[in-house]
């Protein structure tokens, strides 16, 4: 029986060390001259809503692994503060910051799990978006061009247990779908 346990236990860490050795570490740093955009209307206007880009410019550490066509991802997250967005006035700034409940929950993470290549132009991310402290999962199209990552995908705003805000009296309404817009430009540090 104690050899019984004491093979289990070195094919449990063969397996374990295996799966670790095919992990491969990676550094990128996000350039300031990309964007991150959240787009959205109302039944009068449209808005957008700019992610000062400077919060996420420090080296991002990850590891990742091949898998055929995939490239799976560990630890690849970006960490948005809500108060980073800049809708264009001080009023757009504070109804977008309580929409998003950010006096308790301060932070977006938008975490990419994998990456499926389709050409050398083009690839289908899944993320996991957290927002208002629920998690959803998305695939989306990224257009890809050498270290530069473009893409967007809708949100319905409902699916995160936020409700579009109304002003004037009920007379403009937010639509619930908004839109978050990526272009992302990316260094590797060796």
């Known amino acids: 029986m104690k050899g019984l346990l004491t093979y289990y236990l070195i094919l449990f860490?063969?397996?374990?060390?295996?799966?670790?050795?095919?992990?491969?570490?990676?550094?990128?740093?996000?350039?300031?001259?990309?964007?991150?955009?959240?787009?959205?209307?109302?039944?009068?206007n449209n808005f957008e809503c700019k992610f000062n880009i400077q919060l996420i410019c420090e080296p991002k550490n990850f590891s990742?692994?091949?898998?055929?066509?995939?490239?799976i991802f560990r630890n690849?997250?970006?960490?948005?503060?809500?108060?980073?967005f800049d809708c264009g006035n001080k009023r757009m700034n504070a109804d977008f910051q309580d929409l998003l409940m950010n006096e308790n929950h301060p932070m977006i993470i938008i975490q990419v799990k994998r990456?499926?290549?389709?050409?050398?132009?083009?690839?289908?991310?899944?993320?996991k978006v957290t927002l208002a402290g629920k998690n959803k999962n998305y695939e989306l199209p990224v257009h890809l061009n050498e270290e530069?990552?473009?893409?967007?995908?809708?949100?319905?705003?409902?699916?995160?247990?936020?409700e579009p805000p109304t002003k004037a009296l009920g007379l403009i309404e937010v639509d619930e779908m908004i839109e978050v817009q990526f272009n992302l430009k990316v260094r590797e540090l060796l």
């Open 76 to 84: 690849l997250d970006l960490k948005l503060l809500t108060e980073g």
């Open 115 to 127: 990456v499926e290549l389709i050409s050398s132009e083009y690839a289908k991310a899944f993320i």
């Open 13 to 44: 860490f063969s397996i374990v060390l295996t799966a670790q050795k095919d992990l491969e570490k990676e550094t990128i740093y996000i350039l300031p001259e990309s964007e991150l955009v959240i787009a959205g209307s109302t039944n009068v």
């Open 148 to 162: 530069h990552f473009m893409g967007k995908f809708k949100i319905n705003i409902r699916d995160f247990g936020l």
């Open 64 to 71: 990742y692994s091949l898998e055929e066509e995939n490239i």
